[in-house]
């Protein structure tokens, strides 16, 4: 009998060292998932997200387009980048150890948003806008799964702002995201609209129709009508502006080769002579 209460003991000693070993294997892994490995110094404030129906998340599908419907920041926006001027735009980095977070490689997630509350900053996207694994599968998250997400702000009159900035880390295994860190925000704080919207991008994907023309999906919108300051429509068109610009560059130039070969022709050897004799006199 004293025998077999030894082998027992001893039975239930190594079963008790079985499983310390292996909660202690698994704490690093916990403690991981629960903390930042890294730090950022221009980080200051977080972001919140939150969904279509203004409610704060914390987690989502990387597969979701977009990443998320809103965001808003703890922080006010910086001086001269309020409203009615002021624009948010939300990226997200790829950290890297060793690297200052000022040289991480990134990806724009939404457009410029209009936000009607300076002290809480917002942006807003559409379906336009990426998902997360858009950025994941190209910026491989070397630093156990994890992504800085950060707002920007720009203005009308002033270069883009982003010494330091409000900033979120989220951490993503397998097709999901979850924020480590942060704290709430008020999906509510104010109003907000996207460039997007302005330049008449729906806020939905289109399809087309049976005719072969696009038409919107169900539940999009337009630009407003109405109530869209001057200096929204200069900020929202400027890219759209920039592309009509170049364009009309370009067949300016393609007119002046165009009208140049036609003298060289009407001219005969005339105008060879002209054109060779012009060329030494600049050189």
Known sequence: ??????????????????????????APGAAAATSVPYSDPNAVGY?????????????????????VVKTVASTPAPSHYGPPYGRAVLYVYQPIQYVDPSDWSGKQ?????????????????????????????????????FAE????????????????????????????????GGGKVNCKAGQVHSNEIALGAPTTIPTKSSTGSPTKAAGSSSAPTSGTSGSESSLASSAAGSA????SSSSNSGLVVVLTVLAVLAVGGGGYVFLR??????G
């Open 149 to 180: 997400v950060r707002m920007y702000f720009t203005a009308l009159g002033q270069t883009q702002f982003s010494r330091t900035y409000p900033a979120a880390n989220i951490r993503i295994s397998g097709h999901t995201w979850t924020q480590v």
């Open 277 to 282: 004799r012009r060329s030494r006199t600049v």
């Open 109 to 145: 997630l939404t457009a410029a948003s209009a936000f009607t509350n300076t002290k809480a900053p917002m942006t807003v996207a559409t379906q336009r806008d990426p998902s997360m694994i858009n950025f994941s599968s190209v910026y491989p998250l070397h630093v156990d799964g």
């Open 47 to 67: 972001l919140g997200f939150c969904d279509a129906a203004d409610h704060q998340v914390t987690s989502g599908s990387i597969l979701t387009q977009p990443f």
């Open 1 to 26: 009998m004293r025998r077999l209460s030894v082998r027992l003991s001893a039975a239930l000693a190594a079963l008790a060292f079985v499983v310390v070993g292996s909660v202690a294997g698994l």
């Open 244 to 247: 009509s610009h170049h364009s």
